[in-house]
C-alpha cells in the first residue's frame, strides 16, 4: 500500500498547511481602495443616505507632492443606499481595487440625523471586524467635504481632522470623541452620547448631544466649554476677562474636579466643585500687580468658569439629557437608590447641581 493511501488525513493536512502559509490574501497597497473617510447625509428620500468614501491617493509622493494640487491628494466616491452594507456593495462594484475599511480614520455625519439612525450607524460600524473602532467621529452640517482638507503641515497628504484629534496638546477642551467611546455611550444607561461638532475643518469648538429621539442638540462655545470643565476635559483653556483697566487673560486653566451625585425625590442633586489653575499670560496696561489685584482677577476667573458650567446644565434639564454621566455614576455608586427605575429614564432625569469654582494664578507669561 502506497504510503498516501495509508495516511490520506495526514497528506491532506500537509496540502491544507501549504495553502495557508502563502500569499494568497495579501495585497499591495495599490490594489487597495483603502477609505481612511466615511461620512452619510440624508437624502431627500426617506430611508435613503448618501454614503461618500474617502481615499487617499497612492500615487502621491513626497517628491510628487509639488506637482500634485491639494484636491487631487483625496479623492471621493458617493454612492446612495438604506445600509453601510449596501453602500460598501455598490461602492466596491464601481471600484478597480479591493474596498478596505481597516484604515478609517474619522467618521462623519450629518447634525440632521436623528438619534436612532446616528445609534444604527455606530452599531453597525462596531460589528464590522475589519474596520477599527478607534476612528474619530464629527458631526457637521451637509455639505461635510468642507470638513477634510488636506493639511499643509504634513508631508504626505493628511487630514487635519485626524491629525488634531490625536494631539491632545492642541485643543484647549478635549473634545475628541472615538467611535468605540459614542457606541459605549449610547449602550451606557444615565448618560447622553456626546460628539465634537465642527463648522469647518479647521473649526471645532462645540459639541452635540443626543437625547432619546430626535436630532441634537448643539451647545454654544461657552456651554461647551461648561460641559469639558464638568467632564475634566480641560487642557489648557484660555479666559479673556474684561476688568476696569482693560483686558486680563488667564491661560493653560486646567485642573481636577469631585462631585458627588445623590437621587431626592426624582432629581439629581449633584455637588461639584472644581479646583483650577492658570497663568496670567495679559496684563493691562497700568495695572499694578499685587495680591489684591490678583484675587480679584481670580474671582473673576472663577465666575466665568461657573457661570459656562451652569450654562451647560440648563441645557441638559430643557433638553432633558445629561451628557455629564450623573446618572451613570449614580448607577454604578448606589444602584439602590435607582431600583425599580426603567434604565431609559435615568439620563432624562431633572439635575440640581451646586457647583464651586476656585481657581489659582500660579505663574505669569505665555506659555502654549
Same mark, same amino acid.
Given at each position: 500500500?502506497?504510503?498516501?493511501?495509508?495516511?490520506?488525513?495526514?497528506?491532506?493536512?500537509?496540502?491544507?498547511?501549504?495553502?495557508?502559509?502563502?500569499?494568497?490574501?495579501?495585497?499591495?497597497?495599490?490594489?487597495?481602495?483603502?477609505?481612511?473617510?466615511?461620512?452619510?447625509?440624508?437624502?431627500?428620500?426617506?430611508?435613503?443616505?448618501? =454614503?461618500?468614501?474617502?481615499?487617499?491617493?497612492?500615487?502621491?509622493?513626497?517628491?510628487?507632492?509639488?506637482?500634485?494640487?491639494?484636491?487631487?491628494?483625496?479623492?471621493?466616491?458617493?454612492?446612495?443606499?438604506?445600509?453601510?452594507?449596501?453602500?460598501?456593495?455598490?461602492?466596491?462594484?464601481? +471600484?478597480?481595487?479591493?474596498?478596505?475599511?481597516? $484604515?478609517?480614520?474619522?467618521?462623519? =455625519?450629518?447634525?440632521?440625523?436623528? !438619534?436612532?439612525?446616528?445609534? !444604527? %450607524?455606530?452599531?453597525?460600524? *462596531?460589528?464590522?471586524?475589519?474596520?477599527?473602532?478607534?476612528?474619530?467621529?464629527?458631526?457637521?452640517?451637509?455639505?461635510?467635504?468642507?470638513? /477634510?482638507?488636506?493639511?499643509?503641515?504634513?508631508?504626505?497628504?493628511?487630514?487635519?481632522?485626524?491629525?488634531?484629534? *490625536?494631539?491632545?496638546?492642541?485643543?484647549?477642551?478635549?473634545?475628541?470623541?472615538?467611535? =468605540?467611546? /459614542?457606541?459605549?455611550?449610547?449602550?451606557?444607561?444615565? @448618560?447622553?452620547?456626546?460628539?465634537?461638532?465642527?463648522? *469647518?475643518?479647521?473649526? @471645532?469648538?462645540?459639541?452635540?448631544?443626543?437625547?432619546?429621539?430626535?436630532?441634537?442638540?448643539?451647545?454654544?462655545?461657552?456651554?461647551?466649554?461648561? =460641559?469639558?470643565?464638568?467632564? #475634566?476635559?480641560?487642557?489648557?483653556? !484660555?479666559?479673556?476677562?474684561?476688568?476696569?483697566?482693560?483686558?486680563?487673560?488667564?491661560?493653560?486653566?486646567?485642573?481636577?474636579?469631585?462631585?458627588?451625585?445623590?437621587?431626592?425625590?426624582?432629581?439629581?442633586?449633584?455637588?461639584?466643585?472644581?479646583?483650577?489653575?492658570?497663568?496670567?499670560? $495679559? @496684563?493691562?496696561?497700568?495695572?499694578?500687580?499685587?495680591?489684591?489685584?490678583?484675587?480679584?482677577?481670580?474671582? +473673576?476667573?472663577?465666575?466665568?468658569?461657573?457661570?459656562?458650567? +451652569?450654562?451647560?446644565?440648563?441645557?441638559?434639564?430643557?433638553?432633558?439629557? #445629561?451628557?455629564?454621566?450623573?446618572?451613570?455614576? %449614580?448607577?454604578?455608586? *448606589?444602584?439602590?437608590?435607582?431600583?425599580?427605575?426603567?434604565?431609559?429614564?435615568?439620563?432624562?432625569?431633572? @439635575?440640581?447641581?451646586?457647583?464651586?469654582?476656585?481657581?489659582?494664578?500660579?505663574?505669569?507669561?505665555?506659555?502654549?
Amino acid at each position: 500500500m502506497k504510503a498516501w493511501q495509508r495516511y490520506p488525513l495526514w497528506g491532506f493536512s500537509v496540502f491544507g498547511l501549504l495553502s495557508l502559509t502563502g500569499c494568497w490574501d495579501q495585497r499591495s497597497v495599490t490594489d487597495r481602495s483603502m477609505a481612511t473617510v466615511l461620512d452619510v447625509v440624508p437624502t431627500s428620500k426617506p430611508g435613503i443616505f448618501a =454614503w461618500t468614501y474617502r481615499f487617499p491617493n497612492v500615487a502621491v509622493t513626497v517628491s510628487s507632492l509639488p506637482s500634485i494640487k491639494p484636491s487631487e491628494q483625496y479623492y471621493a466616491y458617493t454612492v446612495n443606499a438604506a445600509s453601510l452594507a449596501q453602500s460598501q456593495t455598490r461602492v466596491q462594484h464601481d +471600484l478597480s481595487r479591493d474596498l478596505y475599511m481597516g $484604515q478609517l480614520k474619522i467618521v462623519a =455625519w450629518s447634525s440632521t440625523m436623528t !438619534t436612532e439612525q446616528v445609534t !444604527t %450607524l455606530v452599531n453597525t460600524l *462596531n460589528h464590522e471586524g475589519i474596520t477599527p473602532h478607534t476612528y474619530w467621529v464629527v458631526i457637521g452640517t451637509p455639505p461635510l467635504a468642507k470638513l /477634510f482638507v488636506v493639511s499643509p503641515q504634513q508631508a504626505v497628504p493628511e487630514l487635519y481632522l485626524s491629525h488634531f484629534f *490625536n494631539c491632545r496638546q492642541c485643543q484647549p477642551f478635549k473634545l475628541g470623541c472615538h467611535g =468605540w467611546q /459614542f457606541w459605549a455611550q449610547t449602550v451606557t444607561p444615565g @448618560i447622553s452620547p456626546v460628539a465634537p461638532y465642527a463648522t *469647518n475643518s479647521m473649526h @471645532i469648538s462645540q459639541v452635540a448631544v443626543y437625547g432619546q429621539s430626535g436630532r441634537p442638540h448643539i451647545l454654544t462655545v461657552h456651554q461647551t466649554q461648561g =460641559w469639558a470643565y464638568l467632564t #475634566d476635559r480641560a487642557e489648557k483653556a !484660555t479666559l479673556t476677562l474684561p476688568t476696569r483697566q482693560g483686558i486680563a487673560t488667564l491661560s493653560r486653566i486646567h485642573g481636577t474636579r469631585s462631585q458627588q451625585v445623590r437621587l431626592v425625590h426624582g432629581v439629581l442633586r449633584v455637588t461639584e466643585k472644581l479646583k483650577l489653575t492658570g497663568m496670567m499670560s $495679559q @496684563i493691562p496696561a497700568g495695572a499694578v500687580i499685587s495680591q489684591e489685584y490678583l484675587s480679584h482677577i481670580q474671582r +473673576l476667573a472663577e465666575h466665568a468658569v461657573r457661570s459656562r458650567c +451652569l450654562g451647560a446644565l440648563r441645557v441638559a434639564n430643557r433638553t432633558h439629557t #445629561d451628557p455629564f454621566g450623573y446618572a451613570r455614576t %449614580l448607577l454604578w455608586t *448606589n444602584n439602590e437608590a435607582t431600583r425599580g427605575m426603567p434604565l431609559s429614564q435615568l439620563a432624562t432625569l431633572p @439635575i440640581d447641581a451646586t457647583v464651586t469654582v476656585r481657581l489659582k494664578i500660579v505663574g505669569q507669561g505665555v506659555s502654549v
